[in-house]
């Protein structure tokens, strides 16, 4: 894990674009395929044989009855920053320092990978799918999408956890901690937002979690990198420690 944390450390080389675009057809999209295919697979069980999981219904009611003002308002700006105008918008900001201040173009593309793999992913799924939203009262309007998997969770799981992969680079340990928890508090966060405001079902949310978790991995991972020396120098290690 380690080595798949600092494989951009370990390796800083450019590529060239032509080895950005072929990497990142052969092992982003072709595998998100595979995603999609589990994504609708699962989707289609839910509306059919599962009949919707109607013991989901428990869930969205349990949130209603724990409403209050100050929580309608905190839920609010959580579901907020899941939306695809805060993503996109943050995304960009922070694409644009990170280039600016790295000038490594190959690296500051991984995080809009992810999310834009995901959008495709969620928005091509939700459409085959179908799912209608919980059956109470919600308190935002239903975007046009439908209810699986869950957009907003799935945008921020991309975006903060690759956020999270990139804070590993951060030299002060407690800085560090503190980034990475905060980076994968956040699409928890705000995934129980949107049941609190009745927009999905639990495994609306859940399999928003897998695409976005997915996608980040698969952008992070896109680039082909050289990590054999920190694989030797790990060899070396062992064997020293062994004599």
Not at 143 to 170: D, K
Not at 234 to 243: K, Q
Request: with cysteine; charged share 15%.
């Amino acid at each position: 894990m380690h080595t798949f944390l600092h494989r951009y450390e370990l390796d800083t080389s450019a590529p060239t674009r032509k080895e950005a675009w072929r990497d990142f057809a052969q092992r982003v999209l072709l595998p998100a395929v595979g995603l999609w295919l589990v994504i609708v697979g699962v989707g289609f069980l839910i509306t059919g044989p599962l009949n919707n999981l109607p013991g989901e219904a428990a869930v969205n009611e349990w949130f209603v009855t724990q409403r209050t003002d100050t929580l309608n308002a905190v839920t609010a700006v959580l579901s907020a920053i899941g939306t695809t105008e805060f993503i996109i918008g943050a995304c960009v900001l922070f694409v644009a320092l990170f280039w600016w201040r790295t000038k490594q173009w190959w690296l500051a593309i991984v995080p809009p990978q992810a999310i834009a793999v995901q959008a495709i992913v969620f928005m091509t799924a939700a459409l085959v799918v179908g799912r209608e939203r919980p059956d109470v009262e919600k308190l935002d309007e239903s975007p046009p999408t439908s209810s699986y998997p869950s957009g907003h969770t799935g945008a921020s799981t991309a975006f903060y956890v690759v956020l999270a992969m990139l804070a590993q680079r951060i030299e002060n340990r407690a800085l560090r901690v503190v980034v990475t928890v905060v980076c994968l508090l956040v699409p928890i966060a705000v995934g129980t937002a949107r049941l609190y405001r009745g927009m999905h079902s639990l495994s609306d949310v859940l399999m928003g979690l897998l695409n976005g978790l997915v996608c980040a991995f698969l952008a992070w991972n896109y680039l082909r990198r050289d990590t054999s020396s920190a694989t030797s120098t790990s060899s070396t290690a062992h064997s020293v420690v062994g004599r």
